[in-house]
């Protein structure tokens, strides 16, 4: 249940018009009256008789009982409560009730006094209300309004617990504005599954997340397709922008422009600048993580693009485990960026995963903890690393890569979560952990076949060079053998042993290292994890295709061959 405060207005017969009128785009069905400050007041929704001018003149009488210099200069109190879409249908007497609670709560009314503000909640679709009220009460006074908003969250949050309905967690004033109730009726009526204002934060996002410079920015918002409005003060400076879909039109056929602070708070174009101008700091901003096992730096590409964003990716998931709260936000702010980059230049069979995971992960960037920039610069770099290299083919090592990319983000969102839970940051929390499941529906669909393809060459590799893996595994992590050894993603495992120990590393060094630089007790699959870390750590190829096939191997099968995935009971699995 969501209650939200709008602005205070001067003319309550223009919002009773509104209220009872069809809506800016026809959305609004059988507006009726179903309570009021006396349950006696005219329902110019069902009653013929009644009028708006009628109900206008009784919630403003206390306006007529006070001289002019008292009366407030903003009468018109209104208040919207909407339920979740998942919700169940409410009856007009229920609406009623909470209507009542809410402006008892708010301190509009008070039952056990006669002398509270005249209001009135009137109903026009199934899923919410919106309650009037006038700013004077019966004796002439106004109304104590301090924290409003707050109270009627609180009595949200337990009407909620009442009827049954989804539990919201509690707010902390930095999420974006929500479309208002006509964008998505509108969104609707056109067939879509967002509206503008939340379209256009995303393509306001995934501009910023490949952007080098605020001239960039605006040709890439420019590219995206979007009409765009610069404000420019009179010396010649620009002021701030704001942007429109261009088949969003008004009545009158305009754009309906969005201005970028209105989209979110940090989609303001200082905000914005702010980050180009801490890129342009060159001073040491180490993070503080450990250096990898990575070889050289890769050719330009998709793939290599992916295989730094994961060593990266994974470097920031150790500061966040221990790094300080400001910095520990700007990582955060920046994953949210990674998110956009790799949505943006993924394949088709993992792209609409990873655009839900970077769409409910925008909420997990923001808090009251204000961030320290420059920390973040190593993941803001990753970002326009993926946006420069362009989009991946979702095959061979540029797909691969994106497995081990989503692996390592993975692991970071998860962590995102634990440490906003941590500082009860309720709603950041839930953002991340829906973001996680994503990524991990994403990394199904972008692991099946290069997994598949270790998993058989594992099947495939001799009896002696088995064991020999076993023996490395065994003396690299003891307590988790025979849980690996029992997970169908040990085949895989097994090869990529093999594989590092061909490449002139010591698997059991590595193994013990890749499995000690984080917990893996949230895995499904823990081979599954220790095969992406070992790759990335060795510099092995992510895509085992393009490995040269182990002479054991090579007496009973090509390993460059692509081999039928394992059945679902029998193949790899993935952590959740």
């Known amino acids: 249940m969501i209650p939200r405060i709008h602005k205070r207005g001067t003319r309550t017969i223009g919002l009773l018009y509104y209220l009872y009128g069809p809506g800016t785009d026809e959305e609004h069905i059988d507006p009726h009256l179903v309570s009021s400050w006396d349950n006696n007041a005219p329902d110019p929704g069902r009653d013929p008789n009644a009028t708006y001018g009628q109900l206008q003149q009784l919630l403003d009488q206390p306006l007529d009982n006070i001289d002019g210099a008292s009366r407030p200069a903003k009468h018109v109190w209104h208040l919207s409560v909407r339920n979740a879409p998942e919700d169940r249908t409410l009856a007009d007497e229920e609406w009623g009730d909470i209507a009542?609670?809410?402006?008892?709560?708010?301190?509009?009314?008070?039952?056990?006094?006669?002398?509270?503000?005249?209001?009135?909640?009137?109903?026009?679709?199934?899923?919410?209300?919106?309650i009037i009220a006038t700013l004077v009460r019966e004796d002439g006074y106004k109304p104590d309004l301090h924290r409003d908003a707050a109270r009627v969250q609180a009595e949200a949050r337990l009407l909620e617990t009442e009827l049954g309905l989804r539990r919201l967690n509690k707010g902390d004033g930095t999420a974006a504005k929500r479309p208002t109730s006509a964008e998505r009726h509108k969104a609707q009526r056109l067939g879509k599954n967002r509206t503008s204002r939340e379209e256009l934060r995303e393509t306001v996002r995934r501009a910023v997340a490949g952007a080098t410079s605020e001239t960039d920015f605006f040709d890439r918002l420019a590219a995206a397709g979007v009409l765009i409005h610069k404000r420019v003060a009179p010396s010649g400076?620009?002021?701030?922008?704001?942007?429109?879909?261009?088949?969003?039109?008004?009545?009158?056929?305009?754009?309906?422009?969005?201005?970028?602070?209105?989209?979110?708070?940090?989609?303001?174009?200082?905000?914005?600048?702010?980050?180009?101008?801490?890129?342009?700091?060159?001073?040491?901003?180490?993070?503080?993580?450990?250096?990898?096992?990575?070889?050289?730096?890769?050719?330009?590409?998709?793939?290599?693009?992916?295989?730094?964003?994961?060593?990266?990716?994974?470097?920031?998931?150790?500061?966040?485990?221990?790094?300080?709260?400001?910095?520990?936000?700007?990582?955060?702010?920046?994953?949210?960026?990674?998110?956009?980059?790799?949505?943006?230049?993924?394949?088709?069979?993992?792209?609409?995963?990873?655009?839900?995971?970077?769409?409910?992960?925008?909420?997990?960037?923001?808090?009251?903890?204000?961030?320290?920039?420059?920390?973040?610069?190593?993941?803001?770099?990753?970002?326009?690393?993926?946006?420069?290299?362009?989009?991946?083919?979702?095959?061979?090592?540029?797909?691969?890569?994106?497995?081990?990319?989503?692996?390592?983000?993975?692991?970071?969102?998860?962590?995102?979560?634990?440490?906003?839970?941590?500082?009860?940051?309720?709603?950041?929390?839930?953002?991340?952990?829906?973001?996680?499941?994503?990524?991990?529906?994403?990394?199904?669909?972008?692991?099946?076949?290069?997994?598949?393809?270790?998993?058989?060459?594992?099947?495939?590799?001799?009896?002696?060079?088995?064991?020999?893996?076993?023996?490395?595994?065994?003396?690299?992590?003891?307590?988790?053998?025979?849980?690996?050894?029992?997970?169908?993603?040990?085949?895989?495992?097994?090869?990529?042993?093999?594989?590092?120990?061909?490449?002139?590393?010591?698997p059991a060094a590595l193994l013990a290292e890749a499995a000690g630089r984080r917990e893996l007790g949230t895995a499904d699959s823990i081979s599954d994890v220790l095969v992406w870390r070992l790759r990335r750590m060795a510099g092995l190829p992510a895509d085992a295709t393009t490995m040269p096939t182990h002479p054991t191997a090579a007496a009973t099968g090509s390993g460059r061959a692509v081999l039928p995935a394992p059945s679902r009971g029998n193949g790899p699995r993935r952590k959740r």
């Not at 009135?120 to 209300?129: E, G, L, S």
């Not at 590409?301 to 992916?306: C, D, E, I, S, T």
């Not at 808090?367 to 991946?392: F, K, N, W």
């Not at 307590?479 to 590092?500: S, V």
């Open 237 to 506: 400076d620009l002021l701030g922008y704001k942007v429109a879909l261009p088949d969003d039109r008004n009545a009158q056929k305009e754009p309906v422009f969005y201005a970028g602070s209105t989209l979110a708070p940090d989609l303001s174009l200082p905000r914005i600048r702010q980050r180009f101008s801490e890129d342009g700091d060159t001073s040491d901003q180490s993070t503080g993580a450990p250096s990898d096992h990575a070889t050289a730096p890769a050719p330009s590409g998709p793939a290599a693009a992916r295989r730094r964003t994961a060593t990266t990716v994974w470097e920031t998931v150790l500061v966040i485990d221990g790094g300080q709260d400001a910095q520990v936000a700007a990582q955060i702010a920046a994953t949210g960026e990674v998110l956009d980059a790799l949505a943006t230049t993924s394949a088709a069979h993992t792209r609409a995963e990873l655009r839900e995971a970077a769409f409910v992960f925008e909420r997990a960037t923001r808090s009251h903890i204000r961030a320290e920039r420059g920390h973040d610069r190593a993941l803001r770099q990753a970002a326009r690393d993926l946006v420069h290299s362009g989009p991946a083919l979702g095959r061979g090592e540029d797909g691969a890569t994106t497995a081990m990319a989503i692996d390592m983000l993975f692991f970071l969102v998860t962590a995102t979560a634990h440490w906003h839970a941590k500082k009860g940051h309720a709603q950041q929390a839930a953002a991340a952990r829906e973001a996680a499941e994503h990524l991990h529906a994403a990394y199904q669909a972008a692991a099946n076949i290069p997994l598949s393809v270790l998993y058989q060459r594992g099947l495939r590799l001799s009896q002696p060079l088995r064991q020999k893996q076993i023996a490395h595994l065994r003396a690299a992590v003891p307590e988790l053998t025979e849980q690996i050894l029992a997970e169908p993603g040990w085949h895989a495992l097994a090869a990529t042993l093999a594989d590092t120990e061909n490449a002139g590393h010591d």
């Open 100 to 130: 009542r609670r809410m402006v008892t709560a708010a301190g509009i009314d008070d039952p056990d006094q006669s002398a509270g503000c005249r209001w009135a909640a009137i109903r026009h679709a199934d899923d919410h209300i919106h």
